[in-house]
């Protein structure tokens, strides 16, 4: 368990992090980092990471796929760890 726990820290700071990275690159008009990314690590763990970035930072907030994408992959993997745990 202790393993599963590190990498969902690892995971969801690196989602915070990265949607503040791309925040502060979004007002230098830098390169910026693809939306695809951003989903992919909500997608394998970080999702809380990146909707505390999002709601944090004011990032990606209009964006649907975010605003309402990433509440609900957090949703799922709530309700999957919640099923894995009950068996």
């Known amino acids: 368990m202790k393993p599963l726990l590190v990498y969902l820290f ?3 700071a690196l ?16 390169w910026r980092i ?4 951003l ?7 970080g999702s809380l990471g990146v909707l505390c970035g999002m709601r ?10 975010f605003s ?8 799922l993997q709530i309700i999957a760890g919640i099923m894995i745990m009950c068996l």
Do not use: Q, W, Y
Not at 15 to 26: Q, T, V
Not at 70 to 75: H, N, S
């Open 15 to 30: 989602g915070f992090c990265f949607m503040l990275s791309d925040k502060i690159r979004a007002k230098k008009n830098k």
């Open 68 to 75: 309402i994408g990433v509440p609900i992959i957090l949703a």
């Open 56 to 65: 944090l930072f004011r990032h990606k907030t209009l964006h649907p796929k």
């Open 10 to 12: 690892l995971i969801n």
């Open 39 to 45: 989903i992919g690590i909500a997608l394998i763990g």
């Open 34 to 37: 693809p939306e695809a990314t």
